[in-house]
């Protein structure tokens, strides 16, 4: 994990926080017009929140790299990775992430509930049922206005 004093921000304004800094991948799996969402466990931060699957890039790693691998830990899948859908950034009490969203394909297996709470698809239209992790609120309004 890096702690660095400043980041620059995706609109060009130049942060200073003393905390960790972490990358984060994610993935945006569609099942025609449904999309998969996951609940976190109850023994982890943001516990029962709902999240897209995913999760830190480790050192050595390309974002698609660690997208592939948490996909394959979390949900027991191989994905294919296409472009970003989505970046944001956003500071929790504790750490500072650098999330990136990206579209991506299961190419084999089915999900399984391997690290998760939970697995659901919904639609666009269901988005406001569940109660996100704060980092993905830029994102659902997002998804929420492509169509």
């Known amino acids: 994990m890096l702690y660095c004093d400043y980041k620059h921000s995706e609109r060009g304004i130049m ?5 960790p800094y972490t ?16 609940q976190r466990p109850a023994h982890k931060g943001n516990a029962l929140l709902w999240e897209f ?3 830190k ?23 294919s990775v296409g472009d970003v859908f989505f970046e944001t950034e956003h500071e929790y ?5 650098h999330l990136t969203l990206f579209d991506a394909a ?6 399984e509930k391997l690290e998760h709470n939970d697995i ?9 049922n569940f109660a996100f992790c704060p980092a993905d609120s830029a994102i659902l309004k997002a998804i929420k206005e492509r169509q």
Request: hydrophobic share 40%; aromatic share 8%.
């Open 53 to 55: 699957v995913g999760g």
């Open 57 to 79: 890039v480790e050192p050595g790693e390309t974002k698609e790299q660690a997208l592939i691998r948490e996909c394959w830990e979390e949900l027991g899948v191989t994905v």
């Open 15 to 19: 942060k200073e926080y003393n905390k």
């Open 23 to 38: 990358e984060v991948v994610a993935a945006l799996l569609w099942d025609g017009e449904r999309f998969m969402i996951c």
């Open 120 to 128: 659901c698809w919904i639609t666009r239209d269901e988005i406001d």
């Open 93 to 97: 009490p504790d750490i500072y992430v």
């Open 106 to 111: 299961i190419v084999e297996g089915v999900p």
